[in-house]
């Protein structure tokens, strides 16, 4: 079945590091890919999508592009703040039959 | 995309008893879901909800324990019945539309339970 595999936490990066958080993933066909956030308390946000091969989704400074060829969707952010010190979930969603989560990767960045 | 209202946002609810979570969505959508999410993990579906006739639940989760309603395209509630302190998690509906402008998957804020 699909699945979405991300890199294991906690990541944890001084303020105005540049950040990578991968992710891989499994799926029949041609599925959208996208990054969600939770920040501490709250729920999830949907933080940036690609919809097909080659598309690069951004949001808030962050980037992710659509790799058919190694089926991945990376996050990168070149410069993190502490107010993204979060939870980054990459997921996936195979033409609205199947929506599958990766375990997600908390971000901790210090001052 | 849709605006899903969750509420509440969060509880604390004593040990055998049973809370009611409800999601609106601002337009209709196709397929709804709801999902739990345990402390420091990622999530997990809990069941499809069908409009109109039973949910469709996942390995590990039964009707008596989450029952589910969803009378419209627009509304959906899961009860957590007889909690324990276990059922202490986030939960999450989520609703899909497939027209036109409105495609994409959409969460709820969350409802974040806490049993004692």
């Known amino acids: 079945g699909d699945s979405v595999t991300q890199m294991e936490g906690p990541v944890t990066l001084s303020e105005e590091a540049f950040l990578t958080i991968n992710c891989t993933y499994t799926?029949?066909?041609?599925?959208?890919l996208f990054w969600y956030v939770q920040y501490p308390g709250e729920g999830l946000q949907l933080l940036l999508k690609?919809?097909?091969?080659?598309d690069k989704g951004s949001n808030k400074g962050f980037e992710a592009t659509y790799r058919k060829e190694t089926t991945s969707f990376h996050l990168e952010k070149g410069s993190v703040q502490v107010s993204d010190s979060a939870v980054y979930f990459c997921a996936l969603d195979n033409y609205g039959q199947n929506f599958v989560f990766g375990p997600g990767t908390r971000l901790s960045v210090l001052p | 995309s849709a605006v899903i209202s969750q509420k509440p946002s969060r509880d604390i609810c004593q040990r055998g008893t049973s809370l009611t979570i409800q999601c609106q969505v601002d337009?209709?959508?196709?397929?709804m879901f709801w999902y739990r999410q345990q402390p420091g993990q990622s999530l997990t579906l809990i069941a499809t909800?069908?409009?109109?006739?039973?949910?469709?639940?996942e390995s590990g989760f039964v009707i008596d324990k989450f029952p589910i309603s969803r009378p419209n395209l627009t509304f959906s509630t899961l009860t957590v019945s007889n909690m324990s302190p276990e059922d202490s998690s986030i939960y999450l509906c989520?609703?899909?539309?497939?027209?036109?402008?409105?495609?994409?998957?959409?969460f709820g804020s969350g409802t974040r339970l806490t049993v004692v």
């Open positions: 799926a029949t066909g041609y599925p959208s």
């Open positions: 337009s209709q959508v196709t397929m």
């Open positions: 690609a919809t097909k091969a080659d």
């Open positions: 989520s609703g899909v539309g497939t027209s036109s402008g409105n495609y994409g998957y959409t």
């Open positions: 909800a069908n409009q109109g006739s039973e949910a469709t639940y």
